[in-house]
């Protein structure tokens, strides 16, 4: 299975993400390439994700934004 990233507005609404992601081939992959880009995807009109695991949400939805 492929992991992926689901990109959402605060109100759930699904949304194209600014950076092109890919299918990633383990968990920590996705999670390092978030790491890496979500200050473009926060600019880009990224309010939140979710990841995936073929079919199956793994967890989300987990927000873009600096804790305040």
């Known amino acids: 299975m492929a992991w992926t990233w689901r990109f959402e507005k605060a ?22 390439w978030i790491g890496e880009i979500w200050k473009e995807l926060l600019e880009g009109g990224v309010d939140q994700v979710h990841l995936y695991d073929g079919d199956t949400k793994v967890y989300g939805p987990m927000s873009m934004h600096a804790e305040q």
């Open 11 to 32: 109100d759930g609404t699904e949304v194209a993400p600014a950076v092109r992601p890919e299918e990633f081939t383990t968990q920590g992959d996705a999670e390092s």
